[in-house]
């Protein structure tokens, strides 16, 4: 069974442009989060995506956006990229409440 | 303060000794989890803890709701083990992982 897939793996972009990254769940998993991991720091909650919702966000700008599609990938939308967003993007997805959380392999972005 | 504290930040040991990694938080939760990431980034889930104690191979984990701590033990340590250990908890009934700072864990031969 194929796990959490992320793409790109790496992904070099300008400040100022915009990056897209993508997550596909294992199969049969409703829900994707988004975590950050920038240099030096831990990880921290970005989206949660569940039945094609957006269910709850953490403490970050709304240049960081997404959206889930109805096979349940979701795409993560960063704007207008700042210096301070190179990190590495990590997706995660679990089926119910209170079950293992699966995480791809991430994508590492950076911005130059 | 953070919610999730972990212990130590970094841990060095000799290939064959018996390592403890620690993890407190400060309020209720639903589940926590212990995450392994090697150098690529990667993130390997190990433990799904809501209560008392699983074993995996060499791997052991502990949780104890009423003190809000849990450990992370590793039995014959070997060089392999050598990665990144996380510890990860659902605060409340909150859905998204709320992470410690991790435990850098380097293991000689």
């Known amino acids: 069974e194929a796990g959490v897939t992320q793409s790109p793996t790496h992904l070099i972009k300008t400040r100022g442009q915009q990056a897209t990254l993508r997550c596909s769940p294992i199969?049969?998993?409703?829900?994707v989060y988004w975590y950050q991991q920038a240099l030096g720091l831990g990880l921290q909650f970005l989206l949660w995506?569940?039945?094609?919702?957006?269910?709850n966000r953490g403490n970050f700008p709304p240049r960081f956006s997404g959206r889930q599609f109805p096979n349940y990938s979701s795409e993560l939308n960063v704007n207008a990229l700042e210096l301070e967003d190179s990190a590495l993007y990590l997706c995660?997805?679990?089926?119910?409440?209170?079950?293992?959380?699966?995480f791809g392999q991430g994508t590492r972005l950076t911005v130059v | 303060k953070n919610e999730v504290e972990q212990s130590p930040q970094n841990l060095t040991a000799q290939e064959g000794e018996f390592i403890t990694i620690n993890c407190s938080y400060s309020?209720?939760?639903?589940?926590l989890h212990w995450l392994q990431q090697h150098p690529g980034g990667g993130i390997v889930s190990l433990f799904m803890?809501?209560?008392g104690k699983k074993k995996h191979g060499r791997l052991i984990a502990t949780i104890n709701i009423q003190e809000k701590h849990s450990s992370l033990h590793i039995t014959a340590s070997h060089p392999r083990d050598s990665a990144v250990y996380i510890c990860?908890?659902?605060?409340?009934?909150?859905?998204?992982?709320?992470f410690g700072s991790g435990t850098q864990l380097t293991v000689l031969p």
């Open positions: 995660a997805s679990s089926w119910v409440q209170n079950t293992e959380a699966f």
């Open positions: 199969s049969g998993h409703t829900s």
């Open positions: 995506y569940d039945e094609g919702e957006e269910r």
């Open positions: 309020v209720g939760i639903s589940a």
């Open positions: 803890l809501s209560s």
């Open positions: 990860a908890v659902k605060l409340g009934s909150a859905r998204q992982l709320t």
